[in-house]
């Protein structure tokens, strides 16, 4: 996922406009780095920063994770 996204996702801000404005002035840190690139891609376990609120990227399970394919009888 990207940063930008990520943002939006969490709630953090409301429009992708207002994730650039916040990447690109500054306001965000990505594992205690300050990171200005929107579209960084992030990965789990990233600990993303914004102002005074850290939160942790998790990997959310994907629709194969949640019920397996062959989950069919054979009858």
């Given at each position: 996922?990207?940063l930008?996204?990520?943002l939006?996702?969490?709630?953090?801000?409301?429009?992708?406009?207002?994730?650039?404005y916040?990447?690109?002035?500054?306001?965000?840190?990505?594992?205690?780095?300050?990171?200005?690139?929107?579209?960084?891609?992030?990965?789990?376990?990233?600990?993303?920063?914004?102002?005074?609120?850290?939160?942790?990227?998790?990997?959310?399970?994907?629709?194969?994770?949640?019920?397996?394919?062959?989950?069919r009888?054979?009858?």
């Amino acid at each position: 996922m990207k940063l930008d996204q990520f943002l939006k996702f969490q709630g953090l801000t409301l429009t992708g406009g207002q994730a650039k404005y916040l990447i690109q002035s500054g306001l965000v840190s990505v594992n205690g780095e300050i990171e200005t690139r929107r579209g960084r891609q992030l990965k789990p376990g990233d600990i993303v920063t914004v102002e005074d609120e850290s939160l942790e990227v998790q990997l959310e399970p994907t629709l194969s994770q949640e019920s397996p394919a062959n989950d069919r009888d054979a009858s």
